[in-house]
């Protein structure tokens, strides 16, 4: 247990990590996302509706809580403003500081988005399947150093400097796809009526994390995505563009890695995918159409249908290695009932003979065939179940099986997504 807490996705992203930042963020005192923009879809459950959150932290629904946007994330000004506004309406973010937003973080211009539609366009077959929110290209701006931050935005000058500077180029990309030309003048004007809003909630991220850390405050690092879809370690080029392991939490907020932080790996029971690229345990039948129907796996952000299949114990160790992942928090197992047997994908074989390991190459990926090991399953409502002990002999098996394979103890498990519906075995977060 650490006083502070990565929480990370395991899979392809969609694993339930906004549900469980919610749940933690209680016992800590910030709660900071760190990478990925509004590409993210974390779902709350409050009232028994969707609070779906995209740019501002899951910790949101907890007054006195401080929430943070950090450098290393993207933001789409637009979108946020309009989120900021959404939660405002329902009576949170109300107190001043309840939201700081590094002055450092990449801003989303309209172009990237329409840059994001063009190539994936012109990509055809060999699409990613993005979520089109400009998440790419504004990275690749970034690396170009030709990128637009918020600190930009809030000094009008060197705004329209920048812009007319970049905005060349990007008309002459677009123009290539054949789209239109954006202008210069209109993009200003929306630009700085939006930095107008952003400015109150400007202020030094890092500090606030370095100084919460330093005085022994829980801090919640929020992950987006899922380790599959890093753009290191993931399945490329079928990725996003950054980082998404732990150690993008460190890196992306400016903290050294002698910090006794821990990381809760986010571990869905069964595997899902949004956007092309390679998925071994993917299932097109009906028992795939009963964990897409049951998980309700639609994407929060796109509402594109989730590809779904058997839980991959082969990527998982990849995954939950590549975090440094300290435990682990299994969600969704009460989607699982019913389907019996249960597969669970212990190993690869590549044109028949066992491969070990994740191949590099995604086309030599999606040719693997999974090697399963059946567990019995159970016919069990779990939803009402606030023990581990009271769970089902299969449903207990089948945590055993997942927690022995990846040698990761299991602190949380998730039967249902409203917050109630949890089984906390140890609370990963400890107060310092
Ligand atoms: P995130 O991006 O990792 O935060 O996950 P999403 O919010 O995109 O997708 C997870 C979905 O599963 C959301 O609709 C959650 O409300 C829901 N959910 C989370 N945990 C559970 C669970 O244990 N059981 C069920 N049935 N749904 C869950
Ligand atoms: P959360 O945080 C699931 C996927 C896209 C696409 C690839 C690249 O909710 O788990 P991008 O727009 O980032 O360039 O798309 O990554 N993707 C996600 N899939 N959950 C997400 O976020 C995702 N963010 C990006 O579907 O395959
Ligand atoms: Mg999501």
């Known amino acids: 247990m650490a006083s502070s807490l990565v929480i990370v996705g395991t899979q392809w992203g969609d694993e339930g990590k906004g549900k469980v930042v919610d749940i933690l963020a209680g016992f800590a ?61 329902r009576g949170l973010l109300a107190e001043p500081g309840s939201l700081v937003i590094s002055p450092r973080a990449h801003a989303v211009m309209p172009y990237h988005k329409e840059l994001d539609a063009a190539r994936e366009a012109t990509r055809g077959p060999m699409r990613i399947g993005t979520t089109l929110r400009g998440i790419g290209p504004c990275l ?37 796809h054949g789209r239109e030309p954006l202008s210069e003048s209109g993009l ?79 571990v869905k029971a069964y595997s899902t995918r949004v956007g092309e690229g390679p998925m071994p345990t993917e299932l097109t039948d009906e028992r795939g159409l009963h964990m897409q129907q049951t998980g309700g796996e639609f994407g929060a952000t796109t509402g594109r249908p989730r590809r779904c299949g058997w839980i991959d ?68 409502d779990l939803s009402e179940v606030r023990e581990k002990d009271a769970l089902p002999q299969g449903a207990r098996r089948y945590l055993d099986f997942v927690e022995n394979y990846l040698d990761l103890p299991v602190d949380i498990i998730s039967v249902g997504p409203m917050r109630s519906e949890t089984i906390v075995i140890r609370n990963p977060l400890r107060r310092g």
């Not at 009008?156 to 990007?170: D, F, M, N, Y």
Request: net charge negative; proline share 5%; charged share 20%.
């Open 29 to 89: 005192d910030v709660v900071v996302r760190f990478q990925g923009g509004s590409n993210a879809g974390h779902t709350l459950v409050v009232d028994g509706q969707d609070l779906v959150t995209h740019l501002v932290p899951s910790g949101v629904m907890h007054p006195g809580k401080r929430c943070a946007i950090g450098p290393a994330v993207v933001v789409d000004p637009e979108l946020l403003l309009a989120e900021i506004a959404g939660l405002q309406k």
């Open 140 to 176: 690749e701006d970034k690396a170009a150093r030709s990128g637009i931050r918020v600190c930009d935005l809030l000094d009008s000058e060197a705004l329209a400097e920048r812009i007319g500077a970049r905005l060349p180029e990007v008309n002459a990309v677009l123009a290539h």
């Open 188 to 266: 200003l004007l929306g630009l700085r009526d939006q930095a107008e809003r952003l400015a109150p909630f400007v202020g030094d991220v890092c500090a606030l994390v370095r100084s919460a850390l330093d005085r022994g405050r829980g801090v919640l690092f929020e992950g987006a995505q899922g380790a599959m879809l890093d753009v290191d370690h993931g399945t490329y080029p079928f990725v996003t563009a950054a980082s998404t392991v732990a150690g993008a939490a460190l890196s992306g907020l400016g903290i050294g890695p002698g910090r006794d932080v821990g990381v809760l790996g986010i």
């Open 313 to 380: 114990l082969t990527a998982l160790r990849y995954a939950t290695a590549a975090c440094g992942c300290t435990s682990i928090c299994v969600t969704k197992l009460d989607v699982l009932r019913g389907l019996r047997p249960l597969r669970l994908a212990v190993g690869y074989t590549l044109d028949g003979q066992p491969h070990d390991g994740i191949p590099a190459d995604a086309g030599v990926y999606g040719r693997v065939d999974p090697v399963y090991e059946e567990l019995d399953g159970w016919d069990e």
